[in-house]
């Protein structure tokens, strides 16, 4: 079986993404990359319609990304288009394989690091270790400790294979990559978001959900996530695209058009570019979710506090409110009862875990510890990173994951001091933004899902900075003067000498 009609349409969408996209390349090469990326994305999209098996179609990722590396393109920025654009690429529902050893997108999308890592071995970085390392590994050692409490050697397997393997391989592969070109890096980010915004835009304009069919065509019901609920906000239906939850893209969408506004401020006017961030906007738009907002708000006030800009950083978030607060569709009796639980999760669900908070109870939700905040969809929705992670791994994971979302912004304060050129001060800016976003809109989102995998991006690609930035400054500090020194001066004529 094959969904042709779902294929058409997102083979369709993907075209008009590319089309201002070939638009703003600046060398011939370039025209042949996009090519190439265009074909395997294309063939992603038929892949996800298709009848093929979960863990074949999960496969053929891979190699898809793979084989759109490139030697002159920073591998973050292919793995950030097909991050955006794959369906459910950050999501852990849709997994395949055995049971002791569930495979999951984001990791063969970080095997496909590896395989690029290897091929590609001009790109590598040599770096000393960095506190966010630490950080980092710390945080997936605790996390991975406390959930496998009270747990079988199946489950120990199963949360190797889902934590700890994908998330250091993707962290410390990008992180030990060059950024050879920033602009292309952000240039593909929003390519990849473009596209995936013009999915939510025709989704909530046709009320159409374009993967909600591929439970059926694979004859799996249980384990890939598709829309199965199709969710309403003012009596508008709520886009998906390719992201797992309408909450996701939305904070997904937003972090996109930060790097948007970034490479506008690099690029200067552009119509192609104008049309690629407006893509993204409307596709946020379509999600319905307070959280893009809140991210993309949040973002742009720090990207212009750091320019220096604060006139603009003070009315970004005054305007976000606004929309917030003035659109009915966003505010009303479903925006109070959205708050209400919200800061109902926050002070109840440390005191239902009672001496369970230190090291998490995983069996928290399945004993009925937390069933006072089942809410309509008969679930317990704990739409909080950081109350997740306390549910799951207990305090001493959540502080050590806060210490690494913070040991960002100390990478930002070396970039300045190391004299980057225009294109990587306003990387590092967009950056910096993004963790500064993720750090407010965590709180508004699920735990282990794109935005929170997006946190470990920002962090490996500031550390990525960093070390080329000091490899070049070293380079410089190395560099001989001229052995030439000035003869005394004889009847009025100055002659150069050697020493």
């Known amino acids: 079986m094959f969904l042709w009609k779902s294929a058409v349409v997102l083979v369709g969408l993907l075209a008009i993404a590319t089309w201002p996209m070939t638009m703003l390349v600046r060398e011939r090469w370039e ?70 050893a569930p495979i999951t997108p984001f990791f063969f999308f970080s095997l496909a690091l590896l395989l690029g890592y290897l091929v590609h071995p001009e790109n590598h970085l040599r770096r000393r270790l960095e506190m966010s390392d630490v950080y980092m590994l710390l945080f997936i050692l605790a996390f991975c400790a406390c959930m496998s409490l009270r747990a079988p050697p199946t489950t120990i397997a199963r949360n190797i294979f889902t934590y700890f393997v994908p998330y250091l391989l993707t962290y410390q592969i990008l992180s030990r990559t060059r950024i050879a070109r920033p602009e292309l890096l952000l240039r593909l980010m929003l390519f990849g978001a473009a596209a995936a915004g013009l999915l939510c835009l025709f989704e909530t304009v046709r009320s159409w959900p374009l993967y909600s069919g591929i439970m059926g065509v694979k004859q799996d019901l249980w384990t890939i996530d598709s829309p199965r609920v199709w969710l309403l906000r003012g009596g508008i239906s709520r886009a998906y695209g390719p992201f797992a939850h309408p909450l996701t893209g939305g904070a997904m969408l937003g972090l996109a058009a930060i790097g948007a506004w970034g490479l506008w401020q690099l690029r200067g006017r552009s119509g192609p570019l104008a049309f690629l961030g407006l ?51 966003l505010g009303g009796a479903d925006a109070q009862f959205s708050t209400d639980y919200r800061l109902g999760l926050i002070t109840g669900v440390p005191r239902a875990l009672g001496s369970h908070v230190w090291f998490g109870y995983r069996e928290a939700v399945g004993e009925g510890l937390l069933d006072i905040f089942i809410q309509g969809q008969g679930i317990v929705d704990l739409v909080n990173v950081y109350l997740a992670l306390i549910v799951e791994g207990g305090m001493v994971s959540l502080v050590l994951y806060i210490l690494f979302l913070l040991s960002a912004f100390p990478h930002y304060r070396a970039i300045r001091r190391l004299d980057p050129d225009p294109e990587q001060l306003i990387l590092a800016r967009v950056l910096i933004a993004t963790q500064a976003a993720l750090l407010l809109s965590l709180a508004l989102v699920s735990s282990w899902v794109a935005p929170m995998q997006m946190s470990f991006v920002m962090v490996a690609l500031l550390v990525a900075l960093r070390t080329e930035l000091s490899a070049t400054h070293r380079t410089r500090r190395a560099a001989p003067l001229p052995l030439v020194a000035t003869a005394p001066v004889e009847e009025g004529e100055r002659l150069p000498a050697l020493r």
């Open 31 to 100: 025209k042949r990359y996009v090519a190439r990326l265009v074909i395997c994305a294309t063939l992603v999209a038929c892949l996800a319609v298709s009848a093929l098996p979960m863990l074949w179609t999960q496969l053929v990722f891979m190699l898809l990304l793979a084989a759109c590396f490139d030697r002159r393109v920073p591998m973050a920025g292919s793995w950030l288009f097909f991050f955006f654009w794959t369906p459910a690429a950050g999501s852990l529902l849709a997994v395949a394989g055995a049971y002791i």
């Open 279 to 329: 893509a993204t906007v409307a596709g946020l738009a379509a999600t319905l979710s307070r959280s893009g907002l809140v991210a993309l708000a949040v973002g742009i006030m720090v990207y212009q506090m750091l320019r220096g800009r604060y006139l603009l950083a003070v009315a970004t978030p005054l305007a976000g409110l606004a929309v917030l607060v003035g659109l009915p569709i």
